[in-house]
């Protein structure tokens, strides 16, 4: 069974600090990783995909894949009330050319003002 | 910006009936995907469809659900007998093609049956 796992929060952090999502995943197969954004009632939106080990800044976001520990992670920047969402972990295991992703349950981010 | 248009945004239906959700993809993306998340849970994989067949099915996607794309722009999921579990939000993507990475998910379509 390949499994996408997150903690489910809340996590809240105060306006300006900085926000640390993480994930885990079961199969060591996995080739793709992706960050998405879901507000309330809303689709998923990308916000950031790494394919290799280390670090891939974008913006005020910085992901970080360390493929030995099975590990993803999510760094938010100088927090703003508007990143208030959930996060969305997700994998692709497929090596077929289609993305068949495997998303964790997300994590619900509350950004303080 | 290109966008992946849903139809219709909610719709209700009695358990039993059949429901068809359309989608248009982005003109030029190759690849089409169905997912879909139960209130409160996970988003989930249903079917990818490239080359007007399918290409990966889950175990999620079995003999109620089908996939046809009947003209050059529309994507449709059917649902032939609903059954109260399928009631959820349901996201068509669609993808540019190999090595693309970038999923681009429609605004929904929310079902719910009674």
């Known amino acids: 069974q390949k499994e996408v796992e997150q903690n489910s929060g809340p996590l809240s952090v105060p306006e300006g600090a900085i926000a640390s999502l993480n994930c885990t995943y079961s199969?060591?197969?996995?080739?793709?990783f992706f960050w998405y954004r879901q507000y309330s009632g809303k689709s998923p939106e990308l916000i950031m995909s790494?394919?290799?080990?280390g670090d891939k800044e974008d913006g005020r976001f910085t992901a970080q894949l360390n493929k030995a520990s099975q590990y993803v992670s999510l760094l938010i920047r100088d927090s703003q009330p508007s990143d208030s969402a959930t996060y969305l972990c997700a994998v692709n295991y497929s090596g077929a050319g289609s993305y068949q992703l495997t998303f964790g349950k997300g994590t619900k981010l509350s950004v303080i003002p | 910006e290109p966008e992946v248009t849903q139809t219709p945004s909610h719709q209700v239906t009695q358990m039993g009936q059949e429901v068809i959700l359309r989608c248009v993809p982005i003109?030029?993306?190759?690849?089409f995907y169905w997912y879909r998340q139960i209130l409160g849970q996970k988003v989930e994989f249903l079917v990818s469809?490239?080359?007007?067949?399918?290409?990966?099915k889950s175990e999620i996607f079995d003999d109620q659900f089908s996939v046809e794309r009947p003209d050059g722009s529309n994507f449709t999921l059917k649902i032939r007998s609903t059954k109260l579990e399928d009631s959820a939000m349901y996201f068509c993507a669609s993808e540019e093609g190999p090595g693309a990475n970038v999923l681009t998910f429609g605004a929904g379509s929310r079902l719910t049956v009674l």
């Open positions: 003109s030029n993306h190759l690849y």
């Open positions: 469809f490239y080359n007007n067949e399918i290409s990966e």
């Open positions: 199969d060591r197969g996995s080739q793709s």
């Open positions: 790494i394919y290799s080990n």
